[in-house]
């Protein structure tokens, strides 16, 4: 009884844990089947969400390769321009090249042909030079005759007979010798002027520049005199506020309706002058207002001088120049010497320096730089101690220039022993574009004073009677007394008052000196 009791217990727990674990299994399967709902409704949510992403992505790379294909095209188009616009600049390019190449080919025959006409003019010079040695020896052989005469005759010693040839001969052999120099540099004079004559009217015919004269002072006319009040303000502060921004000087005096900016620095001048023009336009004259338009012209002024600069070195045909000397060279705009353009000088200069080089057949860029910067020292010489050749010679070296072109600047006033032929074409031009009529201005006093120097010179030599010195001094007319200077004694005089001009003048150009001899022969009929 026991032990069925005891396995009817057993039994019991055996069924009780059954139904717990079919409870237990129930449980987990009932919890299994809902999260899969939510497992497979999140599946669902998370598939929309990547398909819907997916699209997106779609969509804005299809607009990113849009945008792509517009930018290739876009560039595509920009480099076709650019290689188009190089292309035809390159065509220019050698259209220019070529048009040098047949002109330089032109100038070779050119050469070639006066080359020819050299050489036929230095034959003729050798042929006459042999008849003049056939004359010398003739000379010898008719004073050896003679000596030999003379001593039959006289019976006088060899050194006796020789010294009384000599004082009857001397005056003879003088003027033989003095005909035959003149006949023979009267040729050569005449071959030389006109073949010079050529070569220079051929380069200014080339050359044709216009010169402006300025002043150390700039005048700027006033609407009416009422300005000059605010232009000077309360207790003068204006004036003191543009004078002492700018550096000029105003001078305001009863002039109607004027006022005068004076300064040695044409810089300074003439930013004062745009400064005031457009205080004058806006009317509000006040210290501020004049410090914001100083410097407003100040920046345009240095635009123009930039320009300016730019302008010459590309009309005087040379695009490599450092960018420091092109400012400088621009400021010759503003500067003048004797009433002449600096940089119209230096342009003109240059070309003529290029011309007579391309003339000569020697290295016309090496010409035209000289000449352009000859006088480059002039723009800082109001800042810069020195004279202006030594001033352009220490920019020249800074910035790199050749020697050859720094030899030009250096010699253009003699300063130093020309090394080239191109710094003696510079030399020449620098001659030809000062001293031509009109170029220069010069004060009454210096143009006096030459003049009388001129013919202070002429008036101390022997035998002159009277002298003119004409065409503003660039000849002088000596008129001597016939009865004491000779036709061929007037060769020598003029060669000496010629030399003495050179060594105790200073002059710009050349002086060309006529000794006249005039003889009279009057009588009565009675």
């Known amino acids: 009884m026991t032990i069925l009791l005891g396995v009817s217990s057993l039994v019991a727990t055996f069924i009780g844990l059954g139904c717990g674990l079919v409870g237990i299994a129930s449980g987990l399967t009932i919890t299994y089947l809902v999260f899969s709902k939510k497992i497979g409704k999140t599946k669902s949510q998370a598939t929309k969400i990547l398909e819907e992403a997916y699209a997106q992505a779609k969509t804005a790379k299809k607009e990113a390769i849009l945008e792509a294909k517009e930018e290739l095209h876009k560039l595509r188009s920009d480099f076709d321009k650019e290689v188009k616009d190089r292309r035809t600049e390159i065509q220019r390019s050698e259209d220019r090249i070529l048009q040098r190449e ?23 010079l050798q042929q006459r030079e042999e008849e003049i040695e056939k004359l010398k020896e003739d000379e010898n052989k008719i004073l050896e005759s003679m000596r030999q005469e003379l001593e039959k005759v006289s019976r006088m010693t060899k050194e006796e007979a020789k010294q009384a040839l000599i004082s009857s001969m001397v005056d003879e052999a003088k003027i033989d010798a003095a005909k035959s120099v003149k006949e023979i540099e009267e040729n050569a004079r005449n071959e030389g002027n006109k073949r010079a004559q050529e ?15 300025e002043l150390t002072v700039t005048t700027v006319p006033l609407p009416n005199d009422e300005l000059k009040g605010r232009i000077i303000g309360r207790e003068g502060r204006n004036i003191r506020a ?159 220039e050749s020697p050859a072109v720094i030899h030009c600047i250096e010699a253009h006033h003699f300063n130093v022993e020309f090394q080239s032929v191109e710094a003696v074409l510079v030399q020449v031009a620098d001659a030809i574009s000062s001293s031509r009529p009109g170029a220069r201005r010069e004060t ?24 003119y010195a004409v065409q503003a001094g660039r000849e002088i007319r000596i008129i001597v007394k016939p009865e004491e200077i000779s036709d061929d004694m007037a060769v020598f005089m003029a060669k000496d008052i010629a030399k003495k001009i050179e060594n105790e003048m200073e002059y710009p150009g050349q002086i060309k000196v006529n000794v006249i001899r005039e003889s009279r022969f009057t009588e009565t009929a009675k």
């Open 102 to 124: 047949d002109f330089i080919e032109k100038k070779e025959l050119s050469l070639d042909k006066k080359q020819e006409q050299i050489d036929i003019v230095k034959e003729k």
């Open 199 to 213: 070569i220079v009217a051929n380069v200014i015919q080339k050359c044709a520049t216009d010169m402006v004269s």
């Open 242 to 400: 543009l004078e002492s921004a700018t550096g000029v000087d105003l001078i305001v005096d009863d002039t109607p309706e004027t006022i005068t900016v004076s300064c040695f620095d044409p810089i300074r001048r003439e930013v004062a002058r745009v400064a005031l023009e457009k205080l004058i336009l806006d009317g509000r004259i006040h210290p501020t207002r004049i410090e914001e338009l100083v410097s407003k012209a100040q920046k345009d002024i240095d635009q123009k001088i930039k320009e300016a600069g730019e302008n010459a070195a590309n009309d005087a045909g040379i695009f490599n120049l450092h960018p420091e000397l092109i400012k400088v060279l621009g400021r010759l705009k503003y500067r003048t010497s004797y009433g002449q353009n600096c940089l119209k000088h230096s342009l003109e200069t240059s070309y003529i320096a290029g011309l007579l080089a391309a003339e000569l057949g020697a290295d016309e860029k090496v010409a035209r730089r000289g000449g352009l910067l000859h006088d480059i020292g002039k723009a800082l010489d109001h800042e810069i101690e020195g004279t202006h050749v030594q001033i352009g010679v220490d920019l020249a070296k800074k910035y790199k």
């Open 444 to 467: 009454i006093e210096a143009y006096v004073k030459r003049l009388e120097k001129l013919e202070e010179i002429a008036n101390s030599f022997k035998g002159v009677d009277k002298s």
